[in-house]
């Protein structure tokens, strides 16, 4: 009897879990306005910065105040409610079944810690000599695999989900052990010092601390109301309030660095150069890539995505540890979200166009 209790029990939660993947795979198949033009939103939010720096300098002095130990505390929740989100991913579950699929998955894997990583230094070293903040802004950018935004691109392109969820959560975790060693060889090819413990606190601040908030409560709040509540109620309105904390993270960034933009508007012309080389270079790389391995459609344009983009926010984080709010490196990381954004939305379009022409496999 009690056998047959837990078979029903067991067969309403697949059941529960279906009816949560297809109501979320409806509901992303289309990114909202606000979303769609983020990338808008993110040059108002730099505008509505600059002038609050020049016309009202008060309040930048008030935010620059409230620091411990150099961290501004503005800066650390808006960053921690943008990062807390994307921790909502890891699943050990998930991670379990790397080994009935892996070629996708190491194919990314590759590429976010190999590829873009070198692609990305090297770039900044041709384009940005003599700039070592802006060299490292690229650095910290290129060594940054996402693991938020993706799940959004990749709903989108109607790609392999569970790929997806996969390898954020791989890259969720890979990020604590690699990101900062890698960013230590990097910086150490270029002959550029960086302060690592600065970089240790960020990563413990900005990603383990979301880390384990993010699967203590996932566990608590699933128990206490259920998947569906969770996945259809919980996370869609904290993935709102990420948005709005990006925002204001950019509005505090150059509401502090107004004065830094009006003297050195090149600079952040500069540093768009070899981020948009990059993005053109990986994303061929990645396209190719898929096709030589012969991945069909749904597989290949996840690894495209994800191992095309950036973790914008560990390295906005990580610049304003190193080199403080009002720094270049600082300003050159949030230009990585201004071009991230609509880079990937056109990922999506150049995705279902190959697919149309029969570029990979149709599943």
Request: glycine fraction near 6%; charged fraction near 15%.
């Amino acid at each position: 009897m009690k056998k047959n209790e837990n078979k029903i029990k067991d067969d309403n939660n697949i059941s529960i879990k279906k009816e949560i993947l297809k109501n979320n795979y409806n509901k992303s198949k289309k990114l909202n306005k606000f979303e769609k033009y983020l990338f808008i939103w993110v040059a108002i939010c730099i505008a509505i910065g600059i002038i609050i720096s020049k016309t009202i300098p008060m309040i930048s002095e008030l935010i620059n105040s409230m620091q411990i130990r150099g961290i501004s505390i503005p800066i650390a929740i808006c960053l921690f409610i943008m990062m807390y989100p994307a921790m909502l991913n890891v699943s050990a579950k998930e991670l379990r079944k790397l080994g009935k699929h892996p070629h996708p998955i190491i194919l990314t894997l590759i590429s976010n810690w190999l590829i873009a990583p070198f692609v990305g230094m090297y770039l900044a070293s041709i384009f940005l000599q003599g700039s070592e903040q802006l060299i490292v802004a690229i650095i910290l950018l290129s060594a940054s695999p996402c693991t938020a935004m993706v799940l959004v691109w990749g709903y989108l392109a109607g790609g392999n989900q569970e790929q997806n969820i996969i390898t954020t959560s791989i890259n969720t975790i890979s990020i604590i052990i690699g990101y900062a060693p890698l960013v230590a060889i990097l910086t150490g090819i270029q002959n550029i010092a960086i302060d690592k413990i600065g970089l240790l606190i960020s990563l413990v601040v900005f990603i383990g601390g979301p880390l384990i908030t993010g699967i203590i409560s996932k566990k608590i709040l699933i128990n206490r109301k259920g998947h569906k509540w969770f996945e259809n109620t919980y996370r869609p309105i904290i993935s709102k309030i990420a948005i709005i904390a990006l925002l204001a993270t950019l509005i505090v960034i150059f509401s502090l660095n107004g004065n830094t933009i009006i003297l050195y508007p090149m600079e952040l012309i500069l540093v768009s150069i070899p981020l948009l080389i990059r993005f053109a270079i990986v994303v061929s790389y990645n396209i190719l890539i898929t096709k030589l391995f012969k991945l069909k459609y749904r597989e290949a344009i996840i690894t495209v995505i994800i191992g095309s983009s950036s973790h914008f926010e560990i390295a906005i984080a990580s610049a304003v540890s190193i080199y403080g709010i009002g720094s270049l490196a600082a300003l050159g990381t949030t230009m990585g979200l201004f071009w991230e954004v609509p880079i990937m939305l056109s990922l999506v379009y150049l995705g279902k166009f190959l697919k149309s022409k029969k570029f990979w496999k149709i599943d």
